[in-house]
């Protein structure tokens, strides 16, 4: 057992990749279209303690790491949608 698929072991969320490509249409233009890369991928969210109120705006702010196996291709803007917590 590697030390990748014991840390694994530790991951009870999952989540499904999206990535936008370019695509041409039936117009022959060319567009970004959103598609599934990858789903049902064993991860594990964890969100940072320091929670951010902003009053002015009504809105908060938090940061969150996200945690899955090194062979997973995820890449800069890429739409992570992340079920939390399975058990």
């Known amino acids: 057992?590697?030390?990748?698929?014991?840390?694994?072991?530790?991951?009870?969320?999952?989540?499904?990749?999206?990535?936008?490509?370019?695509?041409?249409?039936?117009?022959?233009?060319t567009e970004l279209k959103e598609n599934l890369i990858a789903s049902n991928i064993k991860c594990s969210l964890n969100k940072k303690d320091e929670v951010v109120a902003n009053g002015e705006v009504g809105s908060i702010?938090?940061?969150?790491?996200?945690?899955?196996?090194?062979?997973?291709?995820?890449?800069?803007?890429?739409?992570?949608i992340i079920t939390y917590n399975l058990t």
């Open 1 to 29: 057992m590697s030390e990748a698929d014991i840390i694994a072991t530790l991951y009870f969320d999952v989540m499904d990749i999206y990535r936008k490509e370019k695509v041409v249409n039936e117009y022959g233009v």
């Open 61 to 80: 702010v938090a940061g969150y790491k996200v945690f899955c196996r090194p062979t997973v291709d995820v890449k800069i803007g890429d739409k992570l």
